[in-house]
């Protein structure tokens, strides 16, 4: 963390300055402000990151590395499911745990998707000694 972000961080921790206004600083630094009073970078992701190894060394490792672009064009394809069709597709998600409606989504819903897709990881490790990461890479 700069040296900036910290002065900013300390400055709203002691009361100085108002959580606006620690937000505009952030942003003038290029950072926008995070849910645990962080900050992460302003630019975007480039690949959502999938890896899975197994604790032996000959064992099955997945490294899979997906274009946030073709996720996002993924989305606005929904445009295209005939209207005969989006029943079937919002019932199957409905099963699956996932209670969304395909035709109600707005470019700023899809917009918000991918910004929250950006901040999450996953990092799960089993008994057995194999790791699942999912990540997004910004290079």
Known sequence: MSNEKKQILE??????????????????LGEKPND????????????????????????????????????????KLTAFIPDSAYKHVN??????????DLRNMKDADFTDLIEALQEMEINVQSKEGEKVRIFCEYN
């Open 11 to 28: 400055m709203l921790s002691q009361g100085k300055i108002s959580v606006q206004e620690a937000e505009n600083l952030l942003a003038a």
């Open 36 to 75: 645990n009073g962080g900050s992460v970078s302003a630019k975007e992701a480039k690949f959502l990151r999938i890896n899975v190894e197994t604790k032996e060394e000959d064992g099955d490792r997945v490294n899979i590395k997906i274009p946030i672009k073709f996720i996002k064009a993924g989305l």
């Open 91 to 100: 019932h199957a998600l409905e099963e699956n745990g996932i209670p969304l």
